[in-house]
């Protein structure tokens, strides 16, 4: 797929998808330990607004 559009690259991906009726990419963890919760409580913390400082 070198030198192919994004616009090819997301139809060869849904294609996939739905000929293989499921996510084409196997995501795999070394952590035993990362659950739906663990997730979640990163996602909440990372959605909390930032302070920025400004030097003047």
Do not use: C
């Amino acid at each position: 797929m070198y030198g192919s559009n994004y616009n090819i690259r997301f139809l060869v991906f849904a294609r996939t998808v739905v000929r293989e009726r499921r996510d084409p990419f196997e995501i795999s963890s070394h952590e035993a330990d990362i659950t739906r919760e663990w997730v979640m409580q990163l996602w909440l913390y990372r959605q909390k607004p930032k302070i920025m400082v400004l030097l003047i």
